[in-house]
């Protein structure tokens, strides 16, 4: 096994489950997520010598990230990106507690329903913040975006999502 | 409607401040019932948030990706470091062992330099956008730019105006990168401000991207210039910019 490799197997591949979930998420479940983190894990491999010293988590996210995006742009150019279905809304939209009644659910279907409304921009900077639990700064490596973009991001989406979950309006 | 503190707020909810800044976020939170509200919401949220699946990476994949490394790595082995010049080896031993060693003491060499360099690199790109210091050369007009530099600054950086492809040049100013003199070459494209950084080549690795505060950083060699294009512009964006210079620069 070379240094490279050693390296690489030491530091990049403790957070392969980090890639996998965010290509997820980015992908709303998609099978693709696949293919973009073999992808994005192999184009890491390959410019391994010219990483130094980062925190190597937010760079690999930020490749998963670039992978999907051009994955994206692959597909817009043969198919018309489908509509989000958005029947059968269980969470009545006076119900006082959504978030338990989410958690009951278990499944967490009404959240990944939820979640796969908000548009990419505000989902990814959720994604990062709760489930990879990341710094802003690194959030801001990930996406591209100078800290105050993440922080209006998170808020606007994380507004988003309540009114989502809640079924109450939007602008709040 | 919305608080002007809303943002501290959620930093504050989010761990995000230090000691001082938090007791003054408290101390808002105590009387602000908007601000209340935000943490009630942030508190549900996390909570409804923990129920979401966290999704491992399959065991299938894991040994696809295996796989592909492992072949990744058999031509990887056939082939010299594409930064590696042969005068920066000499000394370093001969043999497979010796290029490894080499390898890894170039890691820990060159680590804390490239740090301290991109951070350098964000500070003065920042600085820059504070309206400091952003150009002492002020045209896009690169006969102008181009000569001034001469003047001032110890290399010619490449000073095409791409305003064609929507990158308008605006000037240029003289400036420090990691201790030597660097030329600048400021672009504008839409709201953002792209820094053209060019120093002389010191035979220095770079990086070949680097982001920090939010900034992204694009580095490159060509002919005998170390560059660096930060912008907080679209990475797809920057990327496209720098093909532009790399491809002046080739025309030069």
Redesign the interface.
Known sequence: ?????R??EALAMPH??A???LA??LTRGGAE??DI??EA??RA???F??????AVRPWLL?IVR?CH?SALEQKKRHVAAPLDDRDDTEIAADDPT??AS??RH???RE??KA?STLPEEFREV?IL???EEM???DI??VT?????????R??RG??L??AE?TGGSHDV | MTCDESLKTQAYLDGELDAADALNAEAHLESCAECQRLAADHAGLKAVMAAAPYHRAPMALRTKITAALDAEEKTDANVIPLRAKPGFWLGAGSGAGGMAIAAVLAFLVFMPANNAMVADLADAHVRSLMGEHLIDVASSDHHTVKPWFAGHSDVSPPTEDFKADGFTLVGGRADYVHGSRAAVVVYRHGAHVINLFAWADRNARLPDTSSQDGYRMVFWKQKDLDLAAVSDVDPAELDRFVELVKKSQSRE
């Not at chain 1, 010598?49 to 980062?54: I, S, Y």
């Not at chain 1, 591209?144 to 209006?152: K, Q």
């Open positions: 096994m070379s240094e490279k490799r390296r690489f392969l489950d890639a996998y979930n997820r998420w997520a696949d983190v073999q894990m192999l491999f390959r410019s010598d010219g990483f130094r010293g980062e930020a670039n995006r959504p978030e989410a958690i278990g499944d967490g959240l990944n979640l959720i913040r709760e489930l710094s802003y700064r801001a490596a591209g975006t100078p800290i105050g973009t993440v922080m209006s998170l808020a994380r507004a999502l309540k979950l």
